[in-house]
Nanobody, 123 residues
Framework: VQLQASGGGLVQPGGSLRLSCAASGRTFSIYDMGWFRQAPGKEREFVAAITWSGGSTYYSDSVKGRFTISRDNAKNTVYLQMNSLKPEDTAVYYC?????????????????WGQGTLVTVSS
């Protein structure tokens, strides 16, 4: 399984970006997916997750109401729409595929990770 994240870049505060994560393999549609981020000098943290069908989504308190996770199983892709971006959203964003039982909020639930895409929010 390979995960390829893209869509990062430099954006001004209040702006928007959409991240994409394309997955290889035929079984994408049966796995829950998540987005995490890691800011310089900080630990990797949960951002958002979506169940295999797209029927349920989960968000960290810091992004709730501003970010939206979605997926297109026909395209083997999960998205993260980020609106009203703030400087504190600056980080490398990683997509991940669930591999183990457990809460989707926990890093240990995920067994496959993309390479990360850098989001910088600055004026």
């Amino acid at each position: 399984v390979q995960l390829q994240a893209s869509g990062g870049g430099l954006v001004q505060p209040g702006g928007s970006l959409r991240l994409s994560c394309a997955a290889s393999g035929r079984t994408f549609s049966i796995y829950d997916m998540g987005w995490f981020r890691q800011a310089p000098g900080k630990e990797r943290e949960f951002v958002a997750a979506i169940t295999w069908s797209g029927g349920s989504t989960y968000y960290s308190d810091s992004v709730k109401g501003r970010f939206t996770i979605s997926r297109d199983n026909a395209k083997n892709t999960v998205y993260l729409q980020m609106n009203s971006l703030k400087p504190e959203d600056t980080a490398v964003y990683y997509c991940a595929r669930q591999s183990y039982s457990g809460s989707l909020y926990y890093i240990t639930t995920y067994g496959y990770w993309g390479q990360g895409t850098l989001v910088t929010v600055s004026s």
